[in-house]
Structure formats: C-alpha cells, structure tokens
Nanobody
Framework: QVQLVESGGGLVQPGGSLRLSCAAS????????MGWYRQAPGKQRELVAA???????NYADSVKGRFTISRGNGRKTVNLQMNSLKPEDTAVYYC???????????????WGQGTQVTVSS
C-alpha cells in the first residue's frame, strides 16, 4: 500500500503565503512524478503544478510566478510554496504521485486525502 499524507493547508489573507507538503510512504520502488491538484466547490479537479523525476516542472497558467513546486531530498516528498495568494486559489489541494511499487508492476496514480486552502480577508 502507498499512502500520501498532506500538510500545511489553512486560512490565509489575500497576498499571503502557505507551504504545502506531501510525504509518500509504503511499498515504493520508484516515483516518476509528483504533483498538486486542486478542486474548488462546483468545479473540476485541475492540475496546479507537477514535477518529474528529472526535475522538470509544469504549472497551471493561473499560478505561474506565484507557486513553486519542489521535491524533498528523500525524493518521496513534494512541497508547494504558494505566494501572493488570491481568493480564487481557495480549494481543496490534493497531492498526487505516479508510483511503481515493484520492478514487475506498472506505475499507478495515488492520491492524498486533500488539504483545505482558504484565501479570505
């Protein structure tokens, strides 16, 4: 079993910052990509940022220049530094990882339970 545990959500005023972290644990052979998605009420889940094992990153246009994704030294963690937060960033943020549990298995997507980020004055 693979588990992803998020931390760092909360309430912040517009213009403020938050840092989300996600740690993967369990039976993990390799992780080729990790990322953050978000889902606001009444909207579809959308990609916020992703990072692959080589270090390349991808960001949604709406967060470019404000958010930064990074992998931890242990390669099983991913962080999302969110600056200049706006009310429209309010959503539940989900950690995602593309994991291979053994060399014999294909990669599968795993998801965290989500952490609420609320940007409001």
């Amino acid at each position: 079993q693979v588990q992803l545990v998020e931390s760092g959500g909360g309430l912040v005023q517009p213009g403020g910052s938050l840092r989300l972290s996600c740690a993967a644990s369990g039976s993990i052979f390799s992780i080729s990509a990790m990322g953050w998605y978000r889902q606001a009420p009444g909207k579809q889940r959308e990609l916020v940022a992703a990072i692959i094992s080589g270090g390349s990153t991808n960001y949604a246009d709406s967060v470019k220049g404000r958010f930064t994704i990074s992998r931890g030294n242990g390669r099983k963690t991913v962080n999302l530094q969110m600056n200049s937060l706006k009310p429209e960033d309010t959503a539940v943020y989900y950690c995602n990882a593309l994991v291979q549990v053994s060399w014999r298995e294909n990669e599968h997507d795993y998801w965290g339970q989500g952490t609420q980020v609320t940007v409001s004055s």
